[in-house]
């Protein structure tokens, strides 16, 4: 069982929370993510990790609650418990030799960002941070993304708070003015880092995108992380899950991401686990 230390709710739907796994903690690089479980008979659910502190064996998650594993999870506290905590799995982000970075993060996927950007920071890189929300009360992390940057733009869909537009305005802005980068880091919405993409692709500069498709066991074997880079089928867990965003087929990535979309929502209940319960308790 892997204890949650701390519980800190950053809006209504989006909660940050440290897990007490050492090992991970020690292990874990910018980029790379576990896979939770709630309790036996809950659904393996993917999240980046956002933060470690290895002294104390504590990793930070953060998380929407948009399906039944993360709601479950949020109605834990500090002090509570779940079943599994496994990683870290998949590739380190590639951020050796930037000096001056651009990272692009939309909505929760600054959660994502916000650890490369302070990686980079810390190693010395010069960093632009644009974080794209739909409104002011969704806008999450600010005091940390900004310390983790040389410069933060905050930008939502309605003006309601920073600038005015979406996060592809600010970067054509940055990049009309003269501002030269040498890598760009895009993690959102996948339209979003398609839009991305697209810009930089203008600029012949190096982006890196993190994909969330369809995710079961988190090793390669499954083959429900499938994803096409450069025509070829890449595996997102192990070969992954950052890739060359001028690669990517997003749009093949959309309609995947599609595939489950109502089963997510249901409210339901697992025949292994009715089969428990009808046997009060014994499998």
């Given at each position: ?71 479950k ?70 005091e ?7 410069r ?32 760009a ?46 025509g ?12 060359d965003?001028?690669q ?36």
């Amino acid at each position: 069982m892997y204890q949650i230390l701390s519980k800190r709710a950053l809006n209504e739907q989006v909660t940050m929370m440290e897990i007490e796994a050492p090992l991970i903690a020690k292990k874990a690089r910018p980029g790379q993510f576990i896979i939770f479980r709630v309790d036996e008979f809950g659904e393996r659910v993917p999240l980046t990790v956002a933060a470690t502190d290895p002294e104390r064996g504590a990793v930070t998650i953060i998380f929407q609650a948009v399906g039944l594993a993360t709601k479950k999870l949020q109605q834990l506290e500090a002090g509570d418990a779940i079943l599994d905590f496994v990683g870290p799995l998949g590739r380190p982000s590639d951020l050796d030799g930037a000096r001056r970075a651009v990272v692009i993060g939309g909505g929760v996927g600054n959660a994502i960002a916000y650890p490369s950007a302070r990686y980079l920071h810390e190693h010395g890189a010069e960093v632009d941070v644009i974080a794209g929300f739909r409104s002011r009360d969704l806008v999450i992390l600010e005091e940390e993304l900004a310390a983790a940057s040389t410069r933060l733009y905050i930008t939502t869909d309605d003006g309601s708070y920073g600038e005015a537009g979406f996060v592809t305005d600010k970067l054509r802005a940055l990049l009309d003015a003269g501002n030269q980068y040498d890598l760009a880091i895009a993690i959102g919405p996948v339209p979003m880092m398609k839009f991305v993409s697209r810009l930089t692709r203008e600029y012949h500069l190096r982006t890196l995108v993190s994909l969330n498709p369809i995710m079961v066991d988190g090793t390669g074997m499954c083959g429900g992380c499938r994803v096409l880079v450069g025509g070829e089928t890449r595996f997102a867990c192990v070969d992954g899950p950052e890739f060359d965003g001028h690669q990517v087929d997003f749009d093949d990535l959309m309609l995947r991401n599609r595939s489950y979309l109502e089963q997510e929502q249901e409210d339901h209940t697992c025949r292994l686990q009715q089969a428990v319960q009808n046997h009060g308790g014994k499998a």
